[in-house]
C-alpha cells in the first residue's frame, strides 16, 4: 500500500483533508503487533507461529473484503441450491430417524457408563487426566523445555501431516487433545458391557462418525494448513470452495454430492468402459453387452458376469490395465456382462423378481441365440451376486441348469454379520426410507453414495471437504473414483425386497426367501463354486462371505483376496500388487481357515483362470457379437451406463 503522499504532508494538514475527502485518500497500514515468540529449538520445541500469520499486517484487505463479499455471494448460491433441490418434508424424516437413532444408541452405552456413578467418575478423571497432562506438556513447550508429545504423531493420518501440528505447540495441543478424546471416545464404547453386537457396532460407528466431523482438521482457524492457504489466497481459496459446494449441492439435488475425481478429465468408451463390444440386446432392466473377442479361438462356454446395480457395470472395465473384462477376453473368453438401467420414476415396481427374469434369465436366453451354447459359468459382485445365488436357487427348483458353474465376488448370502452397511438397516430406518421412495419410486444414487462414504468419513467425506470446500481445490482425475461418484438410482420394490430380506430378516440363508412363488434354498445349487473374499472388505466383510458360502449345495472353492471391496477384486496380475490365500472349501471356523492357508503373491486371477478353464477346456473359433443372429444395437458400452443418477 502507497502512503508516500500522506508522509509528505505537513503533520496538521493531514488530518483536515482525510476529513474533507475521505475517499480521496488510501488507508492507512493496518498495524498488527508481532506475535511474541521464542527462538525454535532443532526438533521444534518452542516453535514461532508459522511466517504466513507473521505476515497477516501485510495482508491486502481489499481484496479480502472483496473475497469476502464474493464469498457471501457463493454462500447464498449454495443454500439456495440446497432449499431449492431437498424435499423439506423428506429431509426431516429421514433426519429425524438418523438423530433418534444415534439418540438411542449412544444412549445405550451412556446408560450402561451410569448406571454406576463410580465408574463414570472414574472414566471421566481418565480423561481429564489425559487433556491435563497434554496442557502441562504444552505449557513446558511454550517456556522452551523440549519434552515429547503425550500422543505421539501418527504418519498414516493425513489429516495431520502439515509441520505446525508437530512443530507449534498451539496446534499440538489441538491435535493431541482431539485424538485423546477420540480414543476415549472409542474405548467408552468398547468397554460398554451387556449390549448386543449390533448396537456396540452402530455406537462404535456413530463415535467415528462425531469424531471425524469436530476434527480440528476440519475447520480454518485451527487447521494451520487451511490458515496459510487462505491468508496466501486473501481468502479467494474460499470463493472457489463455496462456488464447488453449490455446484456439488446443485448435482445431487439439493444433497451434498461430493466431487472426488476431475469428472471433465473422463469420457466413457474412450478413457473409461473403453473394451470394444456391442449392445446386443435392451429390455426395461437391462443393455446385455457382448465383447468382441482378441484370440483366434475362444472356449466355447461363454461367460455372463452380473454386476452391481448399486454403482455402475465398468467398475469391472476401468480402462486397459485394469480392466477385469478386457483380460478375460484376452484370455478367450467369449464375455457378457450386464449393463442395469440407472432407472426413474416408471421403474418404480422392478424388484428383485424383475431383475432375475428380465435380467439374468433373459440374458443366458440370448446367450444361446447368440453363441448357440445352452450352458454358461457365470460370476456375480457384490449384490449382483446376491442376486447370482438367490437366481440360482431359483433354477434349481425349477430345473434349469444352464448356469454349469458361478463365481462369486465378494458376495453375501448370509446377513447375519453382514458388516457396516448393517448399521443403516433398522425398522425406522426402513420406514423412513419407504416413506421417501414413496415420492419418487426409487432412491437416490446420492444417497447410497453418502452412505458407502460415511463408513470412511476421514478418507471419503472429510479430506474432499477440506480440500474442495476450504483449500479450493479441484480433486485429481482418478478413475475409481470417478467411477465411484457415478452413482445410480435404485427402484423402490428391488431396494426395499434387498435391505428387508437380506440385510434385516436374512432369508435367503435362513431357507425362507420366496421369489416368484418359489420358495428357494441354496443347499439345492450344486454346480460348482469359487468365492472370492478381500481381507479388508467393509461392506461383504470376509468372514460373512466364508459364512455364507457353506450354505450352498456343491463343491466351493473358497479364496481369500488381500485389500479391499474394489482393490481385492479389481486386482490384474500385471500390478503384482497384494496377495491372496487357498486352502480349499470353507469348513470350520474363519480363523482356523486363515491358519492353515497358503499365502501367494500377486493377483488370485490366474488362480480362478485355472479353476474355470478346467470345468470346460474345449474350445471353438472366435464369435463376433450378436453371433449374426442378433440385430447389433449400439457400440459398447451401451446408453443405459451414461444416464447420471
Known amino acids: 500500500m502507497d502512503t508516500t503522499r500522506a508522509k509528505a504532508k505537513p503533520p496538521k494538514k493531514a488530518p483536515r483533508k482525510a476529513r474533507k475527502k475521505p475517499a480521496a485518500e488510501p488507508p492507512a497500514p493496518v498495524s498488527v503487533p508481532a506475535p511474541i515468540v521464542r527462538p525454535a529449538k532443532p526438533d521444534g520445541a518452542g516453535a514461532p507461529l ?56 449412544l444412549g445405550a452405552v451412556a446408560e450402561w457408563w451410569l448406571s454406576k456413578p463410580e465408574r463414570a467418575a472414574v472414566a471421566q478423571a481418565d480423561l481429564y487426566s489425559g487433556l491435563s497432562t497434554i496442557w502441562q506438556q504444552t505449557m513446558r513447550r511454550y517456556s522452551g523445555e523440549d519434552v515429547p508429545p503425550i500422543v505421539p504423531s501418527d504418519l498414516t493420518d493425513k489429516r495431520f501431516a502439515a509441520p505446525e501440528w508437530k512443530e ?32 456396540k457396532a452402530r455406537a462404535a460407528f456413530y463415535a467415528r462418525l462425531i469424531s471425524s466431523a469436530v476434527s480440528p482438521s476440519n475447520f480454518v482457524p485451527t487447521n494451520p494448513e487451511l490458515l496459510r492457504a487462505t491468508i496466501d489466497a486473501k481468502g479467494e481459496n474460499l470463493v472457489r470452495g463455496l462456488k464447488m459446494l453449490a455446484e456439488d449441492i446443485s448435482a445431487g439435488g439439493g444433497v451434498l454430492k461430493i466431487r472426488q475425481s476431475a469428472a471433465q478429465k473422463f469420457e466413457l468408451g474412450v478413457d473409461l468402459a473403453n473394451t470394444p463390444g456391442k449392445v446386443i440386446w435392451r429390455n426395461d432392466v437391462m443393455e446385455l453387452i457382448q465383447y468382441e473377442p482378441t ?91 446376491t442376486l447370482l445365488a438367490l437366481t440360482l436357487a431359483y433354477m434349481a427348483a425349477t430345473g434349469d441348469d444352464r448356469i454349469d458353474s458361478v463365481t462369486f465376488f465378494a458376495t453375501q448370502v448370509d446377513f447375519s454379520d453382514a458388516g457396516d452397511l448393517q448399521i443403516f438397516v433398522d425398522e425406522a430406518r426402513l420406514a423412513a426410507l419407504d416413506e421417501s421412495m414413496a415420492r419418487t419410486g426409487y432412491l437416490e444414487g446420492v444417497k447410497m453414495a453418502n452412505a458407502f462414504n460415511m463408513l470412511r468419513p476421514n478418507e471419503l467425506i472429510w479430506s474432499y471437504v477440506v480440500n474442495n470446500y476450504m483449500k479450493g481445490v479441484e480433486p485429481a482425475a482418478f478413475d475409481l473414483l470417478y467411477w465411484n461418484s457415478d452413482s445410480t438410482r435404485i427402484p423402490r420394490a428391488n431396494h426395499s425386497f434387498y435391505l428387508r430380506g437380506c440385510y434385516l430378516e436374512n432369508r435367503l440363508a435362513r431357507g425362507e426367501m420366496v421369489i416368484d412363488g418359489v420358495r428357494v434354498n441354496l443347499r439345492q445349487v450344486n454346480i460348482p463354486v469359487f468365492e472370492i473374499a478381500p481381507k479388508e472388505d467393509h461392506i461383504a466383510p470376509a468372514q460373512s462371505v466364508f459364512r455364507g458360502a457353506k450354505f450352498f449345495g456343491g463343491e466351493v472353492t473358497f479364496v481369500l483376496a488381500g485389500s479391499g471391496h474394489i482393490a481385492g477384486i479389481i486386482n490384474p496380475p500385471s500390478k503384482n500388487k497384494y496377495q491372496y490365500w487357498t486352502g480349499g472349501p470353507a469348513k470350520g ?41 442378433l440385430k447389433l444395437i449400439c457400440d459398447a458400452p451401451g446408453e443405459y451406463v451414461r444416464v447420471r443418477g
Not at 473475497?67 to 423439506?88: E, S, Y
Not at 486371477?605 to 478353464?613: D, G, H, I, K, S
Open 295 to 385: 484370440t483366434a479361438e475362444v472356449y466355447a462356454r461363454p461367460l455372463l458376469i452380473t454386476p452391481p446395480w448399486i454403482n455402475k457395470f465398468y467398475v469391472l472395465d476401468l480402462n486397459a490395465e485394469k480392466s477385469f473384462v478386457r483380460w478375460a477376453v484376452e484370455q478367450g473368453f467369449t464375455v457378457f456382462i450386464i449393463s442395469w438401467v440407472n432407472p426413474d420414476e416408471t421403474k418404480a415396481t422392478k424388484g428383485f423378481e424383475a431383475y432375475m427374469h428380465e435380467g439374468v434369465l433373459t440374458a443366458l436366453d440370448v446367450i444361446e441365440k447368440a453363441t448357440g451354447e445352452r450352458k454358461v459359468t457365470a460370476a456375480g459382485y457384490c449384490v449382483g451376486g
Open 50 to 105: 508459522p511466517a504466513n500469520i507473521e505476515a497477516f499486517g501485510r495482508l491486502d484487505f481489499d481484496a479480502l473484503a472483496e473475497n469476502m463479499a464474493q464469498l457471501v455471494d457463493q454462500g447464498r448460491k449454495a443454500l439456495a441450491a440446497a432449499i431449492g433441490g431437498a424435499n423439506p418434508e423428506e429431509a426431516r424424516s429421514e433426519l429425524a430417524a438418523s438423530v433418534a437413532d444415534a439418540t438411542k444408541t
Open 168 to 199: 507449534n505447540p498451539f496446534f499440538d495441543w489441538l491435535r493431541q487433545s482431539y485424538l485423546l478424546t477420540a480414543r476415549w471416545a472409542g474405548e467408552m464404547v468398547e468397554k460398554a458391557e451387556g449390549l448386543d453386537p449390533q448396537t
Open 589 to 629: 471356523a474363519f480363523e482356523d481357515w486363515i491358519g492353515k492357508a497358503k499365502e501367494t503373491k500377486g493377483s488370485w486371477w490366474p488362480y480362478w483362470l485355472a479353476w474355470v478353464t478346467a470345468q470346460a477346456p474345449m474350445k471353438v473359433p472366435a464369435r463376433q457379437p450378436g453371433g449374426g443372429k
